[in-house]
């Protein structure tokens, strides 16, 4: 699923931040350095983003590069899914964001509920792990993995997060709205539904 160039942006970015942080020889810091530069140029050539930009979003992270991990909530009322609309792109996704330090996933995908759709929810099993780089998102610049984790509904009223999202609604399998796909695809969504009718499928895992 995941281009080339990207991929080996990625690989050279990952080799040279362990390089930096490892390293102790003046010389090897200096090649390390110049892999990093190499890995922005490279994403730079074809995505004609300012390299700056790129400096700061790719290669600002120390120490040994590991994947970041995203956490989305999967909470049914009435056989519908919750999603919230994206004000990034207007398009709707499953509640959820990057992993904070400090909290459990569980934890995360309760905040992340209620601050982008207003509901409390109960965090209970996790459905499945999924490596980014295996579906049809489009490319980014981290290696992600994807958490699902099945929440139940336990109060709270729909409000939207003004910052993060424009509105929040449950929807049937067979009503899904126009899908932020860098945030969940059709095929995790609908995987989601097959979890509601068969609540004894194994975890899914790539």
């Known amino acids: ?54 400096r700061e979003l790719f290669a600002g992270e120390t120490g040994y590069a590991t994947p970041k991990v995203d956490i989305r909530a999967v909470v049914f009322q009435n056989d519908r899914i919750l999603m919230v609309r994206e004000k990034l792109d207007g398009a709707w996704a499953l509640p959820g964001g990057w992993a904070d330090i400090g909290l459990s996933p569980k934890e995360i995908a309760v905040k992340e509920v209620k601050e982008e759709s207003g509901y409390d929810v109960r965090a209970g099993r996790l ?36 910052t993060e999202t424009m509105e929040v609604g449950f929807f049937a399998e067979n009503e899904l709205p126009p899908l932020s796909v860098e945030r969940n695809t059709e095929q995790q969504i609908r995987t989601a539904f097959q979890y509601l009718r068969q609540p004894d499928l194994p975890v899914f895992c790539d």
């Open 127 to 162: 459905l499945g792990v999924v490596d980014k780089k295996f579906h049809p998102h489009p490319p980014s610049p981290w290696h992600v993995y994807k958490f699902f984790i099945e929440c139940e509904l336990i109060g709270g009223t729909a409000a939207v997060d003004t």
């Open 1 to 54: 699923m995941q281009l080339k160039w990207l991929e080996w942006a990625k690989q050279i970015q990952a080799i040279s931040q362990a390089g930096l942080e490892y390293s102790r020889d003046v010389y090897d810091l200096e090649r390390f350095e110049q892999l990093r530069e190499l890995s922005l140029e490279i994403m730079q050539q074809y995505t004609d983003v300012e390299i700056e930009l790129i």
